[in-house]
């Protein structure tokens, strides 16, 4: 079972790029999936968060009105797209599970992807 993120690089700000995270190995059609990014030398923040219907979504403050989560299920993916890109922005990305069958907010993440590097420039 894989989480396997792709989509990052080094862009300048004010771009836009969209992240996927495929998941292969079994469905997660049913769970929530949520989005995290970790900068060199700090810890790991939440990025977004999607139910399994793909009708709720949950950002934090930093990227409202310029990331949005989405999800395919029939693809057993999720897209994170992010606008308007800042230096602030720079990070690890990851996509992460909550194995719960229709969980609820707030989602608990048990398991992880490797992560994409975005990088992005002055």
């Known amino acids: 079972v894989q989480l396997v993120e792709s989509g990052g690089g080094l862009v300048q700000a004010g771009d836009s790029l969209r992240l996927s995270c495929a998941a292969s190995?079994?469905?997660?059609?049913?769970?929530?999936m949520g989005w995290f990014r970790q900068a060199p030398g700090k810890e790991r923040n939440f990025v977004a968060a999607i139910n399994w219907s793909g009708d709720s979504t949950y950002y934090a403050d930093s990227v409202k009105g310029r990331f949005t989560i989405s999800r395919d299920n029939p693809k057993n993916t999720v897209y994170l797209q992010m606008n308007s890109l800042t230096p602030e922005d720079t990070a690890n990305y990851y996509c992460a599970a909550d194995l719960r069958i229709d969980s609820s907010w707030p989602y608990v993440y048990n398991y992880w992807g490797q992560g994409t590097q975005v990088t992005v420039s002055s």
């Open positions: 190995g079994r469905t997660f059609s049913r769970n929530a």
